[in-house]
């Protein structure tokens, strides 16, 4: 479970602070008095972060875990990753209390900031050839850069229009038509990490651009407390990390789809339409595996026994929750 401790303002400013220095490369933070604090600044000396990486070691104990916010990209806004570490000499409480922690650290610095969160236990993984032999364990490839992510909407746009429309697509590799705003995928992916239970994160479609937001996400969200917790008044997608009654440490991430029966007639088209297409972006862009998907017209349906069901007889496929009398269709124009 997550533990309830929160960024100090001190830690705040000290990130702000690496923002926007040019001769900043990493802010290191620890654990104090049940909150965030900085705790140390490593100075940029080189345009390749991995030349910098060997400036942390100073810093880093053999026996106490800290937290780096480290600058890897120059200039983009979201050009920074959040590395835990935990030596695995450190206490099983602070190891403990850093793992649960670390997802409240990038939420509340801003998860937009951030395109990777990584986990060590060793001062060697922080070091060029170490960072390379974890990227290529992971798989993880560069991030594209402006230019090239615009190249690859103009082929992806000359294929389609190629292909007409008559070929059916793919449920999770097939490419999306669907803009998502600042912290989407970043919110989902964090449904994902270890210790993360019970965490709530809710889309909406803003209009009339149609871009799929961020609404919300909250930690701590007990079963019997998420109809209370997604928004009422309006359609959502909310994404749920709910915990395994068998263990401590697991969990099975919940895609749920409401839409109460207050929404406009547009709200129902566009949120209906965008049902599948929000899931394909949580299992293809966030790299979720969903383990039951729900619909429910309003969210006082999803009690706790619907929430801890069994899971989904198909992939991809929605189970209505009973009780609910199904989601209202728009009527056409001209009927009654």
Same mark, same amino acid.
């Given at each position: 479970?997550?533990?309830?401790?929160?960024?100090?303002?001190?830690?705040?400013?000290?990130?702000?602070?690496?923002?926007?220095? !040019?001769?900043?490369?990493? &802010?290191?933070?620890?654990?104090?008095?049940?909150?965030?604090?900085?705790?140390?600044?490593?100075?940029?000396?080189?345009? #390749?972060?991995?030349?910098?990486?060997?400036?942390?070691?100073?810093?880093?104990?053999?026996?106490?875990?800290?937290?780096?916010?480290?600058?890897?990209?120059?200039?983009?806004?979201?050009?920074?990753?959040?590395? *835990?570490?935990?030596?695995? *000499?450190?206490?099983?409480?602070?190891?403990?209390?850093?793992?649960?922690?670390?997802?409240? $650290?990038?939420?509340? $610095?801003?998860?937009?900031?951030?395109?990777?969160?990584?986990?060590?236990?060793?001062?060697?993984?922080?070091?060029?050839?170490?960072?390379?032999?974890?990227? +290529?364990?992971?798989?993880? %490839?560069?991030?594209?850069?402006?230019?090239?992510?615009?190249? +690859?909407?103009? @082929?992806?746009?000359?294929?389609?229009?190629?292909?007409?429309?008559?070929?059916?697509?793919?449920?999770?590799?097939?490419?999306?038509?669907?803009?998502?705003?600042?912290?989407?995928?970043?919110?989902?992916?964090?449904?994902?990490?270890?210790?993360?239970?019970?965490?709530?994160?809710?889309?909406?479609?803003?209009?009339? !651009?149609?871009? &799929? %937001?961020? #609404?919300?996400?909250? #930690?701590?969200?007990?079963?019997? #407390?998420?109809?209370?917790?997604?928004?009422?008044?309006?359609?959502?997608?909310?994404?749920?990390?709910?915990? =395994?009654?068998?263990?401590?440490?697991?969990?099975?991430?919940?895609?749920?789809?409401?839409?109460?029966?207050?929404?406009?007639?547009?709200?129902?088209?566009?949120?209906?339409?965008?049902? =599948?297409?929000?899931?394909?972006?949580?299992?293809?862009?966030?790299?979720?595996?969903?383990?039951?998907?729900?619909?429910?017209?309003?969210? @006082?349906?999803?009690?706790?026994?619907?929430?801890?069901?069994?899971?989904?007889?198909?992939?991809?496929?929605?189970?209505?929750?009973?009780?609910?009398?199904?989601?209202?269709?728009?009527?056409?124009?001209?009927?009654?």
């Amino acid at each position: 479970m997550q533990s309830g401790i929160s960024a100090s303002e001190e830690l705040q400013t000290a990130f702000r602070a690496l923002v926007s220095a !040019d001769d900043q490369r990493a &802010l290191l933070a620890s654990i104090q008095n049940e909150s965030l604090i900085p705790t140390a600044t490593v100075p940029l000396t080189s345009t #390749d972060f991995t030349s910098d990486l060997h400036q942390l070691h100073s810093h880093l104990s053999t026996t106490s875990a800290a937290y780096i916010l480290l600058k890897t990209h120059l200039g983009e806004p979201n050009g920074y990753v959040a590395i *835990t570490y935990v030596p695995n *000499t450190a206490p099983v409480r602070q190891k403990m209390l850093f793992a649960s922690t670390r997802l409240t $650290l990038v939420r509340e $610095l801003g998860i937009e900031r951030f395109r990777r969160t990584v986990f060590v236990t060793e001062r060697e993984e922080l070091t060029a050839e170490g960072w390379r032999k974890g990227e +290529e364990s992971e798989g993880v %490839q560069a991030p594209l850069t402006e230019e090239e992510r615009g190249l +690859e909407g103009v @082929k992806e746009a000359e294929a389609r229009e190629s292909q007409g429309t008559g070929g059916r697509r793919g449920h999770v590799s097939s490419k999306v038509d669907v803009a998502t705003g600042e912290g989407v995928v970043e919110a989902l992916k964090l449904l994902s990490e270890e210790g993360c239970r019970g965490t709530l994160v809710q889309l909406k479609y803003m209009l009339p !651009d149609e871009t &799929l %937001q961020l #609404d919300s996400s909250t #930690d701590n969200v007990q079963p019997a #407390d998420v109809s209370s917790a997604i928004t009422a008044s309006e359609p959502r997608y909310s994404f749920y990390s709910h915990p =395994s009654p068998s263990s401590e440490t697991e969990t099975n991430i919940l895609f749920i789809y409401t839409c109460p029966t207050t929404s406009k007639n547009k709200e129902r088209m566009i949120y209906s339409t965008g049902k =599948s297409w929000t899931r394909t972006v949580a299992e293809r862009d966030a790299g979720l595996t969903i383990a039951k998907s729900l619909e429910a017209t309003e969210p @006082k349906e999803l009690d706790v026994d619907v929430l801890g069901g069994g899971a989904e007889q198909e992939s991809g496929r929605s189970t209505p929750v009973a009780g609910g009398g199904g989601f209202a269709r728009p009527k056409r124009p001209g009927r009654r």
